[in-house]
């Protein structure tokens, strides 16, 4: 989910850059997906679930596998979609093709409405908030259950199969708030690095970014003091032009820096990228976000081992640094500060939910983390908000639909968070009752559970996996029990 | 509830009616309510909890009585309000106030949204779909949810309160899916003769015309065959201007009926009156729907004895029968067929909300009913619909979104059915769970256990409220264990 976070650091740390992305722009194109042996199905969906007034639909794409499906009423393993292209998803989430032979699965990857190829209307989803109005992740829940009852009715043998909700990231908070509001369409759900409870006053604002700089911390001698003076340097550097112009060169900059804003974005820029990087820190090679080596947060920090260097020596330490991410594959001939984590990722839409629903306040202290301190900052997301599309953010909304932490009475929930990975400070990381479970993985970065076995793969992720079978199959089992 | 049956039943015998109903009318004046002493507030409500386009609110009314509250986190009891003006909710669910003090309870009743006083768009509410497109079950949920979360943000010592819903009718049907949707707001649920399963083929159509004529046929001899043989008796009077002439004289109708169409009426408005009559069979003189004599069927059934009378003679006694619930008080000069139940329901709104999400299938096919046979006839009531308002019923929404019968992971609701109640057709009436149980009150009419108590109340209503309010203490306790 790094896009959940990029749109409040961006807002946090630089108010105005949201409207940047308002503006086309160009990308660097994905390395293609392995391919995955599904089909692509499309089902017609209400636009509004929720009014009767327009009753317009669209369609919205899934991709289905059933090598693996018993079809007398064998499982159905069926993805949540999250803020991005399915097929990416689908790519990315090895986990269930792993899994779908020993559970005789059928896998259903569903994409989240405004993302993908699911645009409610068109080139047109995105033009104004009339239209941009259907996206919620109430709606997207109703679209998951449409579905669902759709498929248990055509497919021939399906009538009775148990489905389990299994999601990452946001998709993974669906994945959880999907089993507590319709629990008679899934009998359970991993949710996997979801950080339901990143919302209100739930959690402290500052703990994600403790993660982030703990992970720096572990990774290297000196790395999250490099990171927390090189702050300054580009401050002090910045204030002048010949700074600035130093900054642009030592950066590869594709367009060089002019003033103090331009340089508030290196620096957002840059913090983006080592909260990235926290989220990916993977034990071995990946291309999730980016083309990256295997821990990634331990080859950053290689370049990052004296914070006691002057400014320019240890800025260019920070370029070597940064390089890594952005250029493991040596291709880059500049650095475009506007493209960030990946292109798989539909940036605008999530903006559009952290405007609405999807308020996570964040903040940073430099004191337990190693970035610049910023506040919280409600009243600017919303002026920005109301700039950009007219609307406002309601913070209170999503703990009133979705409880908070006042969530005992569901069931049949597994929580999975990695120790390495920021958005576990805002997971559900202690048991809440017998069938509300938390799996922590402290070798684990951002839902790396849901990635394919690897030979790299720490103990810990591998014992997660095995409970997580261990607990769809107690959910399988008890339902097939009913019938 | 009679105004869920009214326009289903209006639309089954006679497709066109329901458009009257959108021409301003006549109203007989309701007898004053009791008072009762509690306080009236409002509520800033989103018109739109579900979209962020439309920031606008309105004012949700809702009433308070605090009298036994204990301070200390004592619990609240809160009505569902259904479709219909909040205070005659109030008044006519003396229950709640014969259970405030041994519970040290607070009371609220929230109105649901379009009826009463909590008009979104005030005199434009119901002006067209537009204005109507916020008139659901999901959005008044959602009302009902932030109001208690204002309550206990607000209310001094209630922060901790553990809240009780309690509806009857849809109503109840609220307050069980209220439960269903948002346990982390309520504790439990009373969900008093709550068709919950009165939709898509979960239930029988024709069970609930069964029961009201099972009601008829207990109630006296001959008393059910007597209305089977009226609407033919009907029908051969109404084939000539002057048998027409003799119904108008003979059930002294405000209006003359001029054709078939509105003897066809005529049909309706007795039909609506028995299955109104079955509705509010209780064992005292009592006003909910209208003033009415203690056991008003058998009332009725007096004038009916007699199925083998020629056809004026049996007519006769039909107006006399009918008599008894339209003129109890002896003041009627003449009967209003646009007048059937009384004016405390919202039958505007009533109509949108099965046109659109409360599709109830009804039939009859006067072998196991005394009903002239009428199939369910969906197709007639989206060209109706849509011909009204533009809009079409989406018929397996609600089943989508409530989970049909398959609601066994949801925990602490109460579900009561009356034995006379045509209602309980679609009631749940056996215990699905430990925590989700029926009761039934085989002498109970419609929500007889929310009434006040009465000296004539059947044991079965004694025993039934006696274990009600042994569950909400159970909730209660369980909810005070927790802080």
Redesign the interface.
Known sequence: MPRLLLPLLLLLLLLGQLSALLAPRRRRSAPPPSPAPYLTRYLSQ?ID?????E?LTFQQRYLIADQHWKKDNGPILFYTGNEGDITWFCNNTGFMWDVAEELNAMLVFAEHRYYGESLPFGNESFSD??H???L?S??AL?DF??LI?YLKETIAGARYSPVIAIGGSYGGMLAAWFRM?????VVGALAASAPIWQFGDLVPCGAYFTIVTNDFKKSGTGCSESIRNSWNAINHLSSTDAGLQWLSNTFHLCSPLKNLQDASMLKSWLSETWVDLAMVDYPYKADFLQPLPAWPVQEVCKFLKDPSLSDKLLLQNVYQAVNVYYNYSGEASCFDMSETATKNLGQLGWYYQV???MVMPMCTDGVNDMFEPQKWDFDALSEECFRLW???P?P??VL??Y??K??S????IVFSNGGLDPWSAGGVTQNISDSLVAIMIPDGAHHLDLRSRNPCDPKSVKQARVLEVHYMKQWIEKARR?H
Chains 1, 2 share one sequence.
């Open positions: 209400q679930h929720f009014g009767f007034d009753n908030s009339k941009l109005n259907y919620t109430e709606q109703a259950a449409v009852e509001k319709y629990p008679h369409v405007c609405t629903e007219g609307v406002r309601r209170s909304w009133s639909m409880g908070g006042n969530i009475s569901h069931s049949n009913k």
